[in-house]
T-cell receptor, first 111, second 116 residues
Framework: GQQLNQSPQSMFIQEGEDVSMNCTSS?????WLWYKQDPGEGPVLLIA?????ELTSNGRLTAQFGITRKDSFLNISASIPSDVGIYFC???????????FGTGTRLQVTL | NAGVMQNPRHLVRRRGQEARLRCSPM?????VYWYRQLPEEGLKFMVY????????ESGMPKERFSAEFPKEGPSILRIQQVVRGDSAAYFC??????????????FGPGTRLLVL
């Protein structure tokens, strides 16, 4: 089946630093979504990308849909403690509606 | 506008019992998806339903698992004769009928199933 590989698996950063994470696949995706999941909660949608090359921002978050349609990245600027959590990319291929999730990036922020 | 609601949030069952998980989509959403998440892993798709129809059940185990989304009431994911390996978090997501290509899914808080 399709797989989305996220890197890094985990990262420890200091408050105020910028963060960058990415998601790659061997398959082409038509839609990329980025979610954040806190412990014991469901994923919360951060950014949705629908077109190759699209660059979208949501506050301190910026995400891009790769030109090859096989990758996407998420940047967080000036991290704060509440950014702690697991970030998942998810993609949709073809006419399917189901999401294929990445392996997740665990973000820890130190003061 | 209330988000996706799931209940119960936690469910404990003994091996062999049945588990029924409920999901009420966001208001105005008529598409429901169920996903399963094992500890330290990403979510895995199980089934996609519209009102009274199963659209895609390619991720659903062939035995013991079933899902429905009746005309009235919540979507139900039913697991019969549960085994320890069914212990996981089960998430429901919904999307609106007129969303951009139906692609954006909003998730509920999940039901954490523990099988003893």
């Amino acid at each position: 089946g399709q797989q989305l590989n996220q890197s890094p698996q985990s990262m420890f950063i200091q408050e105020g630093e910028d963060v960058s994470m990415n998601c790659t696949s061997s398959s082409i995706f038509n839609t990329w979504l980025w979610y954040k999941q806190d412990p014991g909660e469901g994923p919360v949608l951060l950014i949705a990308l629908y077109k190759a090359g699209e660059l979208t921002s949501n506050g301190r978050l910026t995400a891009q849909f790769g030109i090859t349609r096989k990758d996407s990245f998420l940047n967080i600027s000036a991290s704060i403690p509440s950014d702690v959590g697991i970030y998942f990319c998810a993609g949709i291929t073809g006419t399917a509606s189901k999401l294929t999730f990445g392996t997740g990036t665990r973000l820890q922020v130190t003061l | 506008n209330a988000g996706v609601m799931q209940n119960p949030r936690h469910l404990v069952r003994r091996r062999g019992q049945e588990a029924r998980l409920r999901c009420s989509p966001m208001k105005g959403h008529s598409h429901v998806y169920w996903y399963r998440q094992l500890p330290e892993e990403g979510l895995k798709f199980m089934v996609y339903l519209q009102k009274e129809n199963i659209i895609d059940e390619s991720g659903m185990p062939k035995e013991r698992f079933s899902a429905e989304f009746p005309k009235e009431g919540p979507s139900i994911l039913r697991i019969q004769q549960v085994v320890r390996g069914d212990s996981a978090a089960y998430f429901c997501a919904s999307s609106p009928i007129m969303d951009r290509s139906l692609k954006t899914q909003y998730f509920g808080p999940g039901t954490r199933l523990l099988v003893l």
